[in-house]
């Protein structure tokens, strides 16, 4: 199972969006700076997460959140949720 992943920094309150095959040990390589694109923004909280059968599907909508229509749908799910 893959997994796309929203994470919100608690220093600069950006969101940091990915995909990966486990999503807790991801989010502690990002808060243990072992990722260089978000070593200086950390520390970060897990806003949400979708699950996918395949990686590419996965990627498909990883690129698709991070584009100004998925920003936009983003948004929604997250104010749905109380976290927007």
Do not use: C, W
């Not at 950006?14 to 978000?38: F, L, M, P």
């Not at 699950?51 to 799910?77: F, M, P, Q, V």
Request: aromatic share 8%; glycine share 8%; proline share 1%.
């Amino acid at each position: 199972m893959y997994f796309v992943y929203v994470l919100r920094s608690l220093k600069d309150k950006r969101r940091y969006i990915g995909q990966t095959t486990d999503v807790a040990k991801r989010i502690r390589q990002h808060n243990a700076g072992s990722t260089e694109s978000t070593r200086r923004r950390r520390p970060f909280e897990l806003l949400y997460e979708e699950s996918y059968d395949t990686r590419a599907d996965a990627k498909a909508r990883e690129k698709h959140l991070k584009s100004g229509k998925g920003r936009e749908e983003l948004n929604e799910i997250l104010k749905g949720r109380g976290l927007g």
